[in-house]
């Protein structure tokens, strides 16, 4: 019995063990968010497609399909912006390996945080507008 319960502690032990995941890192959940964001790139395309159809229309409802086409190509440059100066901030190493971070580094990652997240509610919104209006235009 003894050794049953001895197995079954070790056999515990390892299962937990190997169940612990490690908190992600900041840098970690930068990078999460940039890839959430970066495959909606195609979706904003696709949108802006869709409104040049429509940016003829001199209409009060042309006026809203024209800003809401400005609003995706902002997004679009937002996102490519960020992406060149994120990576002209880090280095592979520093984005793929978890290389320490110099505190200006940190700094400047604490920055890129708070940028992604904003240009993450840029292009959903972006998005979001431009559906509701073309669904709404059906």
Same mark, same amino acid.
């Given at each position: 019995m003894k050794k049953l319960f001895l197995f079954a502690a070790i056999?515990?032990?390892?299962?937990?063990?190997?169940?612990?995941?490690? !908190?992600?890192?900041?840098?970690?959940?930068?990078m999460a968010i940039? =890839?959430?964001?970066?495959?909606?790139m195609g979706k904003l395309g696709d949108l802006v497609g869709e409104l040049n159809a429509k !940016?003829?229309?001199?209409? !009060?409802?042309g006026k809203k399909y024209m800003k809401a086409k400005k609003d995706l190509q902002a997004a679009h440059k937002?996102?490519?912006d960020w992406m060149q100066n994120f990576g002209n901030r880090f280095d592979p190493d520093e984005i793929l390996n978890g290389k320490e971070l110099s505190e200006q580094k940190q700094q400047w990652? =604490?920055?890129?945080e708070e940028k992604v997240k904003e240009l993450k509610r840029e292009i959903t919104?972006?998005?979001?507008?431009?559906?509701?209006?073309?669904e709404g235009d059906e």
């Open positions: 056999a515990f032990l390892c299962l937990s063990s190997c169940n612990e995941q490690k !908190e992600p890192t900041q840098m970690q959940n930068v940039h =890839d959430e964001v970066m495959p909606q !940016e003829n229309d001199s209409t !009060e409802l937002s996102m490519m990652l =604490d920055e890129e919104e972006s998005i979001a507008n431009a559906e509701a209006l073309l």
